[in-house]
């Protein structure tokens, strides 16, 4: 789970990379980093932290060129540390190439032994690094004949953006797993995890990249190329369920609209409970909750507020402290909560404790009966393809029954949505391509 953002051809583009890049900040916190190309030299900067801890405006104006990629992220492969930012920076046989990488290459390490066997000192303990390492080994004409060479040895999933002078170079795993969305603006090309990025930084979205295909933009100009054969989409779920920013589109289908239709199908399912209100675990929770609210006709209220403001480096409390931060990102409103039913809606359940404590505060708040409703079918499953889902031992549901995750979490009844509505909402029928293995526990081959 991470962001990335591409934009050719303006004299702006420092500038509007930040903005997609802000734009897409929900996909990551940890480190944010940019490269831009003047045509002939490519400059760097990444740093740890928000977009805008990270580009302050002299960062942004040493950035100089007519190109930018840029990269947000949130870790899965690789420790948290500033040699993992990305974009990557090589300098090899083939010039210098940047990569910004949204996925998880899953043979990674045995590519990156042999590559080791041969020579290769690896900078970083990404994933990533290894398609700059195969690239430089194995060449073609030029980079796109050069990546279209190596990029079918990777396994996994990957959305890559990659730039060297006086290119840009989008590529797409032959599942099409992660997302990326082309765009326009002006004479601009944009290349984006998600559409809104493309939206707020002015341009229109031209269509998906597909699975096995990469994108070339150089001297203005665009072209495809398949590296793989073509193949259905298996998206990843996820992206409508927890990732995408509502205003996003995906597969076809905003993701705010499939949200709604996720709360109304899970208000069938759960049709004849009673209920003073329903409310949402802010801010994926919210949209949930008015959809469940429209068609279950229980009146939608704020629960909870969240604070926008907590960033991801407030003081590691100690236990007396987080006794008093417990509120701080998300405070109960007792006025509303106070003596009532409540049906609380969250995107999914993973190990448990978020739903667990937000349980607590509604005791503590005064509520009469909770009802938590999950949007989300149980997660039995780890993901081998970029989620931060973790070890099999640690998600709840691979333990437990939903009795007893009941029971864990505090709440007085528990429903997960089933995976049949989720796939419906998403737009997807019975031909369903999306990826669901944390749901099933069945993984593409
Ligand atoms: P947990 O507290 O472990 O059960 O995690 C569930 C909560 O984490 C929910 O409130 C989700 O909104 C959120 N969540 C779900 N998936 C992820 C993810 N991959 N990374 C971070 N948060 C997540």
Known sequence: MCGIFGITDSKEAPGLAYVGLFTLQHRGQESAGMVTDDGTQLRQHNGMGLVNEVFTGKVLESLKGRSAIGHIRYSTTGSSHLKNAQPLVLNSCLGTVAVAHNGNITNADRLKASLQKSGAIFQSTSDTEVILHLAARYRGRNLEDTLARNLPKLAGSYAFLFMAPGKVIGARDPHGYRPLVLGRLGKSYILASETCAIDVAGGKTVREIEPGEMVIISGGKVSFRRFAPARKFTRCIFEQVYFARPDAVVAGRSVQKARYEIGALLARELAGVKADLVSGVPDSGTVYALGFSEE??????????????????????????REVTAHLKLAPIKDVIKGKTIILIDDSLVRGTTSREIVKSLRAAGAKKIIMAIASPPIISPCYFGIDTPN?????????????????????ALHYLSLESLVTACGGGKDANFCVSCFTGRYNR
Do not use: C
Not at 299 to 310: G, V
Not at 392 to 402: D, G, T
């Open 392 to 412: 099999r031992e640690e998600l709840i549901a691979n333990k437990m029954s939903v009795e007893r995750i009941r029971r864990f979490i505090g709440a007085d």
């Open 296 to 321: 279950a006709w229980i009146p939608y209220q704020t629960a909870f507020m969240r604070n926008h403001y907590t960033g991801r480096s407030f003081i590691q409390p100690d236990q007396r402290l």
